[in-house]
């Protein structure tokens, strides 16, 4: 079967904002728009579970009104297909965006017109950034008290670091925002209601567009008085990109035309020279086709984004991979999900073509992986397809041993695709069913939840034998045992969260340790001399080899590497992972019969566990950036709150007619905090956190922990 769409007609992209921008919102209408759908669902129509939004589907995201999980639809317009991804503003499921701005070309950025840059919106505008993925922005809700462009293009600037390039400018704000100007046509766009049908006018930028459109408070008229200042920063921005046009426009002073400058600004957005900045309110139907045709005309197409790499064994790049059907095939698998048709597994195929039937390669796994049922999905609904090509965004059926992450390809030309990074997750609580009698079907159903979602890690409490579930926030992690309820018809218990804390070495230490014993024939013996140092924060577990000579046989060095890897994940002081170090073998010894796999495994872990001790172990804690906004009337009182909770206050923004206190506050002392900052601030406060980074608990909080812990294993024990 030949390719039905040429790779330079798909733009394959998400969409990425704080919670509450308006992604879904967006979404609903780009359906409507290019007539995937004949009617639009609006967030706060959900929550009785009658109806949802096409993204907003699992009932957990309709009861809330929040986006929980990512999902895929597409559509075309101009003759393009958009291959579309609504992403979750809520930090505890940043991994959603993690993975979507892996295998998207582009994003369209939204914000709150009102609140402008929001804690989230930095999140996965650095995540874009570590991605490459170039993006343009789009400020909503212009229809909002308080509303403003212009501030939100300063924020841009000040706290992203990027360079905003208005390319439409709003006509009206607040209740009387009309439409905006296009500054690449220089024509006004003015809508006269805000139903879902209502078509716009195109109108010549006048000098009294602001009177003949009644446009009265003083802002706004500002803006459309300063448009000539908008559209020369708009065309000497476009003319850096064009050396033609810029000589043109040099010699003869040739002002570039619409399609010139839409090339430039193509040109420049691929690039991220710069980011267009558009207006719009999509909840009253305006300015959405202008994203769609902003998407179509600045965003990349595949074949725009220089080609993937391809990593070897240790993740270094080694190669890369040229976007096209003429290459043998590779695709990402970056999403696993269970339902109604078993487990779908999403891939970006990268190149060359998969068809229906075929055996590829795993590589990531060196397991071979058989193509059953293609589809393409259109949120939760799937359309079987027979084949797949570079550029697409498909899902496979029952896939065996394929998780998120991995790469499939042709086993011919076999090739590891770069991997993605997950978030750590930094919050934990113990589950178990409710029903007795339940707990296996309980056990696989979170089994499958892991599977679905690496920010997910699950593991069993050596001494006490529960079942420990780690998540990125108390939401992720009450979200998840919800959709098993609804998903797997199993109902389990949380335990009250626990913050994931870590033990790491402070001071740097060799370390020698004896494994010897005779038990009547055969005995066990092994040697090791292991130096122990401190690394620098997230630095993880380094393991180094530097004996010479075989004092440590070759086959053996694994074991101690494994025997390490084992030991440090029980700490000494209250059993968490011991993290930040480096272990280097420097020597040891062995017995030609004695020594084996097991005997230097054994001393390793002993070596360590002597050496820790030694070693002035420390808790570590995971502290939380917050940003709580406030109205300026309780600011004393969250600041003093923040500070009893061993907060630090970094800053504090003005965030439309409230302020934002940013601070790093440590995780434990965060449980219950909307509770007691709604009581403080009659409910007209409210925060984001994220995980910011490890620091050493305080001595005296630390005993208050070590001392807890050995309480409650007691407890759980007895
Ligand atoms: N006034 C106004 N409200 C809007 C606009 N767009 C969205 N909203 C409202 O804002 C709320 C959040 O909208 P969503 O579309 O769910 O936002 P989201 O970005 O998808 O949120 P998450 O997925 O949870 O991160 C809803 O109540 C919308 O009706 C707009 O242009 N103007
Ligand atoms: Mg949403």
């Known amino acids: 079967m030949p390719r039905t769409i040429p790779l330079t007609d798909i733009r394959n992209i998400g969409i990425i904002a704080h919670v509450d921008a308006g992604k879904t919102t967006t979404t609903e209408r780009i359906l409507y728009y290019t007539g995937r759908k004949h009617t639009i669902i609006d967030i706060h129509d959900t929550k009785d579970l009658k109806t949802s939004t096409t993204t907003d589907y699992l009932e957990q ?55 402008g840059v929001e804690p989230q919106s930095e999140t996965n505008w650095r995540l874009a950034d570590n991605y490459g993925v170039p993006r343009i922005c789009y ?47 220089m024509k006004a766009l003015v809508w006269d209601s805000d139903d879902k049908d209502a078509q716009w006018q195109s109108l010549e930028v006048t000098a009294d567009l602001a009177d003949k459109l009644h446009i009265t408070v003083p802002s706004d008229r500002k803006l459309l008085a300063d448009i000539g200042k908008f559209r020369t920063e708009l065309v000497d921005t476009c003319l850096e990109q064009d050396d033609a046009a810029m000589e043109a426009y040099l010699t003869d002073g040739t002002v570039p035309s619409a399609d010139t400058l839409r090339q430039a600004l193509r040109k420049g957005t691929l690039n991220s020279a710069f980011t267009i900045v558009l207006c719009g309110s999509s909840y009253k139907n305006k300015g959405v086709q202008q994203v769609l045709d902003a998407v179509v005309d600045y965003l990349p197409a595949p074949t725009d984004v220089a080609s993937i790499k391809t990593v070897d064994a240790d993740g270094e790049p080694i190669g890369e991979r040229k976007c096209s059907d003429d290459e043998p095939f590779s695709a990402l698998a970056f999403k696993v999900i269970n339902d109604a048709y078993g487990a779908l597994t999403f891939i970006r195929v990268y190149s060359g073509v998969l068809t229906k039937g075929a055996s590829v390669q795993n590589s990531t796994r060196g397991k071979r992986e058989k193509i059953g049922r293609m589809v393409e999905m259109f949120a939760k609904e799937a359309n079987p397809v027979e084949e797949a090509r570079a550029g697409d965004i498909i899902a496979l059926v029952s896939l065996a041993d394929t998780e998120t992450g991995d790469t499939l390809c042709d086993a011919a030309a076999p090739v590891v695709l770069e991997r993605m990074r997950f978030p750590d997750p930094v919050i934990s609580v ?89 038990t009547g024939g055969s005995g ?13 924060r997230s630095a993880g577990f380094e393991f180094v080899d530097e004996t010479v000579g075989g004092s440590v046989p070759r086959e053996f060095v694994p074991s101690v590497e494994k025997g390490l890897k084992i ?58 950036k917050v940003e709580t906004v406030t109205p300026g009337d309780y600011l004393g009182d969250v600041i003093g709150d923040i500070n009893r909770r061993r907060g630090a206050i970094q800053d504090q923004l003005e965030r439309g007619t409230n302020i934002a206190v940013v601070a790093n506050v440590p995780l434990s002392e965060m449980f219950g905090y909307i509770g007691q900052l709604r009581g403080m601030t009659s409910g007209r406060a409210s925060y984001t956190m994220e995980f910011s980074h490890y620091e050493p608990v305080p001595r005296q909080v630390a005993e208050e922990v070590i001392a807890e812990v050995a309480k409650a294993k007691a407890a759980a024990v007895s």
């Not at 929980?68 to 930090?91: C, E, M, Y």
């Open 61 to 115: 995201e309709q009861k809330r009104g929040i986006t929980i999980q990512s999902a895929a639809v597409s559509a075309f317009w101009r003759d393009k297909k958009i291959n579309l991804i609504d992403t979750p503003g809520h930090v505890d499921f940043t991994i959603e965006v993690n993975r979507s701005l892996r295998v998207l070309d582009g994003a369209v950025v939204v914000f709150d017109g009102v609140a």
């Open 139 to 185: 400020v909503n809700k212009m229809d909002r008290s308080g509303a403003n462009f212009l501030r939100c293009v300063d924020m841009i600037k000040k706290r992203l670091g990027a360079r905003p390039l208005p390319a439409q400018i709003p006509i009206g704000s607040e209740e009387n925002f009309k439409g905006m100007v296009d500054l690449v046509e």
């Open 430 to 518: 113990s589950v178990k069913s409710k029903v007795k009698a339940e707990q296996e079907k309980f056990g696989t159903a979170l089994g499958k939840m892991v599977r679905a979602d690496p920010s997910l890690h699950l593991e069993t409490d050596r001494e006490t034998g529960q079942t420990i579930l780690r998540g990125m926030g108390e939401l992720h992690l009450e979200v998840t045992l919800d959709r098993m309820r609804t998903e797997f018809g199993v109902e389990g218990i949380m335990g009250e969260p626990q913050v994931a804390y870590r033990e790491t070495f402070t001071k740097k230490l060799t370390e020698q340790y004896i494994h010897k014993k005779q």
């Open 524 to 536: 066990q013996f092994a040697e090791v001399w292991i130096v122990f140092e401190p690394l620098e």
């Open 567 to 624: 030991q440090k994940e029980d700490g000494v002081l209250a059993h968490y992972p011991t993290v930040d170090f480096r272990a280097t073998l420097i020597d040891g010894s062995f017995h030609d019969v004695d020594s084996n796999a097991l005997t230097f495994e054994i001393a390793a872990k002993a070596c360590f566990r002597e050496a820790i001790r030694k070693a002035g172990p420390i808790l570590l804690e995971p502290v939380m």
